[in-house]
C-alpha cells in the first residue's frame, strides 16, 4: 500500500464504463451501462439511449421523487439497489441548487448522482504532538464493516444543511455537545468519483477539524461506531501508508488533515500525490 | 471579480490550442500551435509534427541542454522568448525525477514545462484575528508588476530544493532570518495550467504557512517588492473577491490559506468553487 494507492482507489471511475444520466440540458448522474440497461422498462421515467439516459418524468419534485421511488423498488426486487428507507438524497445539478427529485440513499450509487457528506478530525495536541481519535465502524454498517472511521462522519439527507448534519452526527456519534461540535472549524473538501459493486459514487465530503479538550471521551449512541481510540497522528499516518484498516474516503480525509497540519514532509516521495490528487474538478 | 474569476483565469488552458511536447515516451510540456511551428526550423533539436513535437537532441543533460539553449537564442532575437539568463529550471517528466534537460526560466512558458514554485503565508494572530503579510511587487518585475504578492514567493531553480528554496527566498524578499523561515509548515501545492502571451504556465506551487512574531517587520533586499503591509485577513479576502489587485496565482494561494483556517463560510456561494478548483490532477 501506499498513500497513492488510497487515492488511486478512490478515484477507479472510468468514463468508458458509464453514460451521463441526464434532466433537460444538465448532467446529473452517471450510469454504468449494465444500470442503464436496468431502466429500458420504465419508459415513463427515464428515456434510455445508447450514449446517455434521460429523466422523462414530469411534474414537482414530489411527483418526480415517486415516479423515480417506483423504479427503485423495482430495482429492490431485481437485487440491483439496496433501499435504505430511512434517508434521502437531494438530486441536484450543483449544490446550492433547488433538487430535481429526492433519491433514497441506497439508490444514489445506481444513479451515479453526486453525494454530499460531512467528515470530522477531532484532533489532540498533549505535549506538541498531535493526536486523533478514531473510530471503528460496527460490523453491521452497509458499507465498510469493522473499518476505522473519523470520530464523527455522515452523509447529509434532503433538508439539512452542512452544519446541522455536522452537529447532528457530532450527537449521534459521538456524544458532542452542540456548543463544542459549533467550534469545528470548516477546512475544504474532499472529492472522489469511484466504481463500487453497486455503480458510482460521486462524492464531496466537507471537511472539519475540531480541537477536543483533553477530558472529552467521544461515546456512540446510534450503534454506528463500536469504540473510539485516540491514536497519534504519525501512527495514524504509518497506518493509511501501510495497510486497508481505514474506510476507503477516511484515507482521504486524514491524508488532507495531515496535509494541512505540516505532517508530511516536503520531501516525501508522495507529497504530490496527496497534495494533488484529493480534489476533482467539479463539472 | 469573484473567486471563482480568479480560479477561472489560473486555468485558461484550452487543450485544442496546443500539442504536446514529448522526450522518449513521455510528456514535458505543452506548445501553443504557434510556438510549436516557430520550431520548426531548429531540425537537430526538434522535430515537429502536426499532432507532437519531439525533442531528438541526443546526449547528457549538459549537451541537450545547450542544444535547445541554442534554440532559444534565437527565439530571443526572433523576440518570442525573454530570457533571464540568471536562473535555469529543471526539465523533468515528474517531480523528484532526473532533470532530461535545464531551460532558461524565461523559456519556460514557451515550451510549456511544468514549473514550481514556492509561496509563504506570512500571518499573525492580533486578538484571535488573522492577518497576512502581503508584499507590493515593483514596477520593473517582468510578471505581474506593482501587484500585491505573498510576504515571500519563488521559483525553485535547478539544483535547489524545496524547503532550501524556501529560505533562500525568505532572507532575499523579506529578510526572514533562517531559524525563523525554518519554522514555515508545508501545507500543500495548488496548481494550475494557464495561457499567457508567451505560451504555457503549467504551475505547481508548494505552500507553506509562518507565523511571523508581532515583533518582526520584513524588509526587502532584492528589489522585488516594493513594501509590505499588514493586513487583517478578511481585509484581503473582501480585495481578492472585489478586484484583481493580487498577482493572478497569488489569489488562489490567499484562497487556500483562506479555506484551511475557515475563512472561508461554509455556506458562501463558492465554498466548493475554492475547496475543488485550486488543484489540478497532475498528469
Known amino acids: ?32 451501462h449494465d444500470n442503464a440497461a436496468a431502466l429500458a422498462p ?20 414530489a411527483s418526480v421523487s415517486a415516479a423515480v421511488d417506483e423504479v427503485v423498488e423495482a430495482l429492490v426486487v431485481d437485487n440491483r439497489v439496496p433501499k435504505w428507507r430511512n ?19 441506497g439508490a444514489v450509487p445506481f444513479f451515479g448522482v453526486r453525494a454530499y457528506g460531512v467528515h470530522l478530525n477531532g484532533y489532540r495536541r498533549d505535549g506538541g504532538r498531535l493526536h486523533l481519535w478514531i473510530g471503528r465502524r460496527a460490523p453491521n454498517k452497509r458499507v465498510a464493516p469493522n473499518k476505522l472511521d473519523n470520530i464523527v462522519a455522515g452523509g447529509i439527507g434532503n433538508g439539512h444543511g452542512i452544519a446541522a448534519t455536522l452537529v447532528k ?26 466504481e463500487t459493486r453497486l455503480g458510482i459514487r460521486d462524492d464531496v465530503l466537507f471537511a472539519y477539524d475540531l480541537e477536543i479538550p483533553p477530558d472529552f471521551v467521544p461515546q456512540n449512541s446510534d450503534g ?8 497519534p497522528a504519525d501512527s495514524v499516518l504509518d497506518r493509511i501508508r501501510t495497510t486497508d484498516d481505514f474506510k476507503f474516503n477516511v484515507n482521504l480525509i486524514i491524508l488532507d488533515f495531515a496535509l494541512r497540519h505540516g505532517l508530511i514532509g516536503i520531501d516525501d516521495p508522495e507529497y504530490l500525490d496527496v497534495a494533488s490528487g484529493l480534489h476533482r474538478p467539479l463539472d
Chains 1, 2 share one sequence.
Open 224 to 231: 454506528e461506531l463500536v469504540d473510539f481510540t485516540l491514536m
Open 169 to 194: 452526527e457530532c450527537d449521534e456519534e459521538a456524544a458532542i455537545p452542540a456548543e463544542l461540535a459549533r467550534r469545528a472549524v470548516p477546512v475544504g473538501a474532499v472529492s472522489y468519483v469511484m
Open 87 to 105: 434517508e434521502t438524497f437531494d438530486v441536484m445539478t450543483r449544490w446550492g441548487d433547488p433538487p430535481i427529485f429526492r433519491l433514497d440513499r
Open 1 to 32: 500500500m501506499s498513500f497513492a494507492d488510497h487515492i488511486r482507489a478512490c478515484n477507479n471511475y472510468d468514463p468508458a464504463r458509464v453514460v451521463p444520466l441526464v434532466a433537460g440540458e444538465q448532467r446529473i448522474g452517471w450510469l454504468r
Open 42 to 61: 420504465f419508459r415513463h421515467v427515464f428515456a434510455v439511449a445508447p450514449d446517455r439516459v434521460r429523466l422523462v418524468a414530469q411534474g414537482d419534485v
